[in-house]
Every structure is written in C-alpha cells, then in structure tokens.
C-alpha cells in the first residue's frame, strides 16, 4: 500500500509541460511558382546576425521589445513586426521559433498595401498563425541590424499566434494510469475483505 501512496503522490508532483514561449521571428520573402513557394533572398529576423532587423512591438507603435543584442521572449499573443521595406514577393514565409525548440511556420498570401489593415491568406502550414499588414505607417528600424528610425516607412505588420494547448507527457499519462491501476487493486482487495 505505501509503494501505491507513492507512485499517487508522484503523480501529484509531476509536472505537466505548459505552452512555449515565442523565442524569435523570422520573415522571408517570397513568391509562388506552380502552388510551391520559393523565396527571393530577404529575409528579416529578430535575431542579432547580419539578416535584416525585424523589430517587434507588444501595442501598435509601442517600444520594442527586442534589441539588436538580444531577441524576444514573449507568450502567444498579437505582436506589431516592423521591417525595412524591401521586397516581400507576393507570398512570404513566417517561421516562429518557440522556447521548447519546435517553430510553427506558415506561407501567405500578400496583397493589400502597407498601412492598410488587411489579413493575408494561409497558403500552408500553422493555423496557430495569422500575418498582414497592420493600420497605420511606422519608422522603428533601419537597414541591416539596426534597431531605430531612419525616416522610411518600413513594413508595419500584425501577427497573431494563438496559445499553444499543454499536451500531456507520455511518463506522466503512465505513471497516472500505473496510479489508477493501483487504487483499483487496493480497493477490489479491500472489498473482498
């Protein structure tokens, strides 16, 4: 009875894994040949490495919360992505690296025109994702890794990712159902008393 206590009681301790955190952005852009994306070479990041800056706001036209010595830690939420105007293509990539090692990537659509709120089309990949171009004209970075205005519109865009759902370890759903498988035998050995 004290080795079923026990492994009851490890269960209660065992944590459950939560959702990732955001760890970092990146914006390629692109085109569609023949219903496959292709990319055109720019590519922007939160990253500090010689892509170009993609800078990322928590409120419209609010302070960056990255820096270009540090990258982002942020939960699932809306974020403002601000980027220096370059060539998007008519179909750019979103990759968005989470604190457990898994990205969430997906392909849309562009169209619209920058400082007109639109919500482009999900070609392919994550439905936890959603990108467009956001309301309004921004200047927060510059060429390179530069992290302030240099008096360009950049690329003022919205993404939206959807919290992630905790998903049960394996060893924990089995240390559980080896508990229940315990509480059963007590209780049927207790009966039979």
């Known amino acids: 009875m004290l080795g079923s206590l026990i492994l009851i009681l490890t269960v209660v301790a065992s944590p459950i894994p939560t959702r990732a ?4 952005f990146t914006l390629w852009g692109g085109f ?3 219903g496959v994306w292709g990319s055109n070479g720019q590519i922007w990041n939160t990253y500090a490495d010689t892509r170009w800056v ?13 820096s270009s010595s540090t990258n982002v830690s942020l939960s699932p939420g809306s974020y403002w992505l601000y980027a220096e105007p370059a060539d998007l293509g008519s179909a750019v990539k979103l990759d968005v690296d989470l604190s457990d090692g898994t990205t969430l990537s997906a392909i849309f659509e562009v169209y619209g025109a920058n400082g007109v709120q639109s919500s482009w089309s999900r070609i392919s990949g994550s439905t936890l994702l959603t990108l467009g171009f956001a309301d309004g004209f921004a200047d927060a970075v510059s060429a ?8 360009i519109n950049d690329f003022y865009l919205r993404v939206n990712i959807d ?6 370890e394996p060893a924990n759903l089995l240390v559980f159902g080896g508990g229940l498988v315990c509480l059963a035998a007590i209780r049927r050995k207790f009966h039979k008393a």
């Open 21 to 24: 955190d955001i760890a970092g």
């Open 32 to 34: 569609l040949s023949a």
């Open 163 to 168: 919290p992630l759902q905790p998903v049960p």
């Open 144 to 151: 390179g890794e530069v992290l302030a205005p240099d008096g």
């Open 54 to 66: 993609l800078g990322v706001s928590a409120v419209p036209h609010g302070l960056l919360l990255n």
